[in-house]
Each structure stands twice: as structure tokens, then as C-alpha cells.
């Protein structure tokens, strides 16, 4: 009887371990420490709800796990936040403020995921005009995946995206920055980053003293080598308060040179108010093996600097579909390579499905083919020859055609059925 005691007390003694140590969801109240009640949590996917208030502290996440906020908003997580290695963080209607004028407000770690929405992340005030001396908002420290939506950073830094690997989606936030987006690696070279931003707004703003080390980017590459930047129905906006240059897109002459990267912008608006400044500038990196494609932009002010080194090739497009003219910006030296690879990008990721090219052509008419193995040395005009592909269709069968097949089939099937019942009521009848 004795041993059916202890046995029932160790069954019962496990199971409230296991209910204490498998908690998926906790409710906090304003002055409750995030931190604490994470260590209560189970591994595994559970949730933090934050009620409205104030959470002062710092907070490294070490298990996956969901921080979402009050329905009526004033959640506040006054700190930092650090997703550790190859963990991953939710974040629904929360705000995430620092006051330290040189904090990494969330810090994504290596191969750690963050999808943060709904949200705020700023520094101080929330003030457009105040970042600190280094604040970043979100920083990728490498093989990262970040979805950014509906959210609005205001950083020195908006997004910081360090090191190679790192996955880069933004849709629909709102981000202010002396550098809004930057990819780059402190002159260290980086590789395969990947960055898409959609129906978003990206300022830069520079108030910082005139002289030339104080020169940025709304958008910035640096140290990169075959990574990629997407931006598809944004508004790009430059908001320099002195006479140093706020490019919109920079790829930085400062950094190690970048090469081998895709930049496809589409759709936007990109308002260059600073007259110092340009749209696109290539820096010291006009050789180098990088590609813009431009289409269907809204562009106010200087476009590009002055360069020898660079040529436009436009293509246009009678298709019938809305794809629109794409200028290229390629660097002259091994312009013909790169223009092929720049066609090939174009084909896989700016038609729509339903688009086949047929050829390239020297005119409108589509007489003289456009030879990619001559020697390019100047601007062009590439017309392009598609048509549209249509769905393959099946006629749905003709009903009274095909009746007699039908009726043939229900007979055999009939038949069938009579010779299985014959055959279990003769088997019956000889087991009698």
C-alpha cells in the first residue's frame, strides 16, 4: 500500500512540475518585470500580454516567445531588447523607447528571427530631429530574418543590417534616421544580405555640422557583395537641415568597395530636396559591377552625379501590360557582362508572369536585333519584344456527347455488381 502512496505522490509531484515549467501564457500588469516573468515560461512558443503602462528595463530573449500589447495601446517597454542566437520574438503593439543616447534599442543576434508589428521603436522624444550620438533601432548582427510591418522607427540608425545573410522585409512602417536603412559592415566585407521594402516611407535626415565626413544616405550599401535591395510603392524623402548631402540611395565610397548587387526600384516616389544631394549615387564604386533598375518612379531633383564612367540603357516595353519603361544604370567597364546579367534579373523578377520576350531590338519596329556581344560604350535604348501568354484551357466535355459513354460505363459497372452478389449467394448456399 505504502509503495502505491509514493508511487501516486511522484506522479502527482511530476505532473505539477511539468504544469509549472510548460507555461505558455502569462498576463503583466504595469511594474511587473518582463524578465522575470519570461524565466516562468515553458520552452517553446508562448506569450507575454503587457497590459497598458511602463516596463523599465533591459531584456535578452532566450526561448521563443510573443510580447503583445494592451488593445488600447500605452504599452511601453522603456530599455533594450536582445533576441538571443537563433531564438525569435514576436512583437504585436508595443512601444520600445530608450533614453540612452547611444543604445542599440533591439538587437537581433545570429540566426535569431524578429517579426515586430503594429509598434514603435524610438530614441528620447520620439523627436525627428534628435537621434542621439548612435542609436540604432533594429540591429541584424548576421543570418537574421526580419519582418518589419506597420511600424515606425525613429534612430540615428533606423535599421541597421550588419554582416551576410540577413533577410530585410519592411511593409507599410514609417522610418526616420540620419540613415533610415543601412547595409554595411564597417568596412568589413559582407555578402547575400537581402532587403525588401514595400508601400513604406524612408526619411533621411542630416543635422549634423556641414563638412564632408558628415555626408550620408536615406538608404546606404556599403561593404556588400551580391546582396540585393528591393523597393516597390515607397516614398523616399531627403530632410537635410544644412549643406551636407543626404543621398537617397548611397552606395559608400568609405566602405569597402561593393560589387555584384541588385537594386530594383519601382513604383515610388523619391523626393531629392537637397540640392548637394542626388537620387542614386554610385560613389567611387562607378566601376564596379553593381546594377540599378529603375521603373514607374516619381523623381524630383538631381537623378545621378556627373559620370564618365557610367551608362543608362532604358528598355521599353510594348506589351500591353503595365510593366512600363526600366532604366538600367551600369558601370561601363564589362558593361556588356553586366548587362546580360542585368536582363536576366529583369525577365526573373520585374515582368509579370504572363510576359514572354521574344528579342531584343535596336528600334521600335523590331528589325535590327540588339547585339549583347557588341562592345557597349555608350547609352542605349533597348527595345523589347513580348507578348503575352495566355492560360491554357480545356473545353469542359460536351454532356450529350459524351452520354452513351457514360451510359456504357453505368451498365458495365451494373453488371459487375450482379456477378459479385451471384457469386456470395452461390458460396452461401453451398456452406448450408
Given at each position: ?86 531564438k525569435k520574438l514576436t512583437i504585436r503593439g508595443v512601444t520600445i523607447k530608450s533614453t540612452d543616447g547611444e543604445a542599440t ?99 533621411g535626415h542630416n543635422i549634423y555640422p556641414a563638412n564632408a565626413d558628415n555626408d550620408y544616405g536615406t538608404v546606404v550599401f ?151 556581344e557588341e562592345v557597349l560604350e555608350e547609352n542605349a535604348t533597348i527595345y523589347v519584344k513580348a507578348s503575352e501568354v495566355k ?42
Open positions: 500500500m505504502k509503495k502505491i502512496k509514493l508511487g501516486v505522490f511522484a506522479f502527482l509531484s511530476l505532473l505539477l512540475a511539468l504544469t509549472f515549467t510548460n507555461v505558455k501564457a502569462l498576463d503583466l500588469n504595469s511594474g511587473d518585470s518582463i524578465a522575470t516573468k519570461l524565466g516562468e515560461l515553458g520552452d517553446g512558443d508562448s506569450t507575454l500580454n503587457l497590459a497598458a503602462g511602463t516596463y523599465t528595463e533591459d531584456i535578452t530573449i532566450d526561448k521563443d516567445v510573443k510580447i503583445i500589447g494592451a488593445e488600447e495601446g500605452g504599452s511601453i517597454i522603456e530599455g533594450t531588447i536582445t533576441v538571443a542566437a537563433g534599442i533591439v538587437t537581433v543576434e545570429d540566426g535569431a528571427t524578429l517579426d515586430i508589428s503594429d509598434s514603435e521603436i524610438y530614441f528620447n522624444d520620439k523627436s525627428n530631429v534628435d537621434f542621439g550620438d548612435s542609436t540604432v533601432g533594429i540591429l541584424a548582427n548576421g543570418n537574421t530574418t526580419i519582418d518589419v510591418t506597420g511600424t515606425t522607427i525613429n534612430a540615428k540608425y533606423g535599421i541597421w543590417v550588419k554582416g551576410s545573410n540577413n533577410t530585410l522585409r519592411v511593409t507599410g512602417s514609417d522610418i526616420h534616421g540620419y540613415s533610415a536603412i543601412d547595409v554595411s559592415n564597417g568596412k568589413v566585407a559582407a555578402r547575400e544580405n537581402s532587403v525588401t521594402v514595400k508601400s513604406s516611407t524612408l526619411t556599403g561593404d556588400q557583395t551580391e546582396s540585393s535591395l528591393v523597393i516597390e510603392e515607397n516614398s523616399i524623402v531627403t530632410n537635410a537641415t544644412s549643406n551636407n548631402k543626404e543621398d537617397l540611395i548611397l552606395i559608400g565610397s568609405e566602405y569597402t568597395k561593393s560589387t555584384s548587387n541588385t537594386f530594383i526600384i519601382s513604383n515610388s516616389t523619391l523626393d531629392n530636396t537637397n540640392a548637394n544631394s542626388v537620387v542614386f549615387n554610385l560613389g567611387e564604386d562607378t566601376e564596379a559591377s553593381n546594377t540599378i533598375m529603375s521603373t514607374g518612379n516619381t523623381i524630383k531633383g538631381d537623378v545621378y552625379p556627373a559620370s564618365e564612367e557610367i551608362l543608362y540603357v532604358t528598355l521599353v516595353l510594348d506589351d500591353g501590360s503595365e510593366s512600363g519603361d526600366v532604366t538600367f544604370t551600369i558601370p561601363k567597364e564589362n558593361a556588356n557582362e553586366i548587362l546580360k546579367a542585368a536582363l536576366k534579373t529583369f525577365e526573373e523578377s520585374m515582368l509579370e508572369d504572363n510576359i514572354k520576350i521574344e528579342g531584343y531590338y535596336k528600334d521600335d519596329e523590331y528589325k535590327e536585333a540588339f547585339n549583347l492560360a491554357d484551357t480545356v473545353d469542359a466535355p460536351n454532356t450529350l456527347d459524351n452520354i452513351g459513354l457514360y451510359i456504357g460505363l453505368g451498365v458495365v459497372s451494373l453488371a459487375a455488381l450482379i456477378s459479385v452478389l451471384v457469386v456470395v449467394s452461390r458460396k452461401k448456399a453451398y456452406n448450408k
